[in-house]
């Protein structure tokens, strides 16, 4: 089984994300004939030439308007390893999703317009990069095929504009490059159009990228979903979310610190010796311990930490400010948990500026770092650690206002 590695591609709107996906995957020849027809047939349809942004922008409502509102991924693979891109939507409205799909990333591609340069996207997407800790970073600038100007002057300006702000986030490029997204030009095969630049093909960039340390080698963290009674069984359902879970494996249940001993691993109405990281499994126990949603389950002898008070850096992606003396539910895996918030710095996303302001409100689009204080304890992990244990989600009347990471 080859490695996998998973990288998302992020910038501002209309910089030619989904374009430079298509690309990649029609020039490794990851498209069916059917998938290439498809595509004829829409952008004949909207009275266009071949839009290879049709390949993932696949929802309806996405063709008629031209940009990416989901967070999509899709697979392919090289000689080398197997791939995951996750295409990271460009509008303010959807970073949420952004969020979501960076925080699953190994590596990260971030597009920059030849035309227009940084924008406001641009540059709040690669804070949420650097508040995520992804280190391995390709930056790309897209060249278009109408511009005039001497190609290499385009690339120097764009690209020192790019890095002068990228080095304010600690983001050290390992790659940056020119690309024309509708040629294909230096993404999967060498440009004839940059004969000054030197440097790698896209491809070849990410296949020098190191994939995560894979989740089976980190210690068990079992986030249990709910409790079934099925004849005489309790079944205690959730998701491997680091770890190998095994039959005959002592455990301890979190936080009532019970040990126990795994007696049963349910899959699919199979019993099974092992579970991984990413299963969705149900457990029964030899003792009849109170097992519950929210419980956190981790081999006897690894102490988690268990703790009422955290450092975060949180995302407010809610259009309603929230006044931080509001109780707030917190949703970490299936934990669920009343907080309050201690904002101690705000920065606006796309400047980068510090805002101090005493009444402590958090508006739409602001970072802060903050500590959050619970109503009882939690298991929580540093999100550099353990991303799946580290990362987490802010509620209120049912709707998800911010997101947030563990530091």
Known sequence: MKEQLKFVIVGHVDHGKS????????????????????????????????????????????????????????????????????????????????ITGASQADAAVLIVSGKEGLQEQTKRHAYILAMLGIKQVIVVINIWTDQKEELKEIFESVSKETSDFLSVLNIQPTFTMPIIATKGDNIANKSESFTWYEGVTLLEGLNSFKARESLENKPLYFSVQDVYRIEEKRIAVGRVESGVLKKEQEITVFPTKENTVVNTIEKFNQSVEKSYPGESIGITAKDPLFIERGNVICEKGFIPELTIEFRASLFWMNKTPFMIDQPITLKCATQEILVNIDVKKKIDSSTLEVIYEDDQILHHLEVAEVVIRCKKPIVITKFIEIQEMGRFVLVKNENIVAGGICI
Request: aromatic content about 8%.
């Open 19 to 98: 374009t430079l996906i298509g690309r990649l995957l029609f020039d490794t020849n990851s498209l069916s004939p059917d998938k290439m027809e498809e595509i004829k047939k829409q952008s004949q349809n909207l009275g266009r030439e071949d839009q290879f942004a049709f390949i993932l922008d696949h929802l309806q409502e996405e063709r008629d308007q031209g940009i990416t509102i989901d967070t999509t991924q899709i697979f392919f693979d090289t000689e080398q390893r197997d791939y995951v891109i996750i295409d990271a939507p460009g509008h303010t409205e959807f970073v949420k999703n952004m």
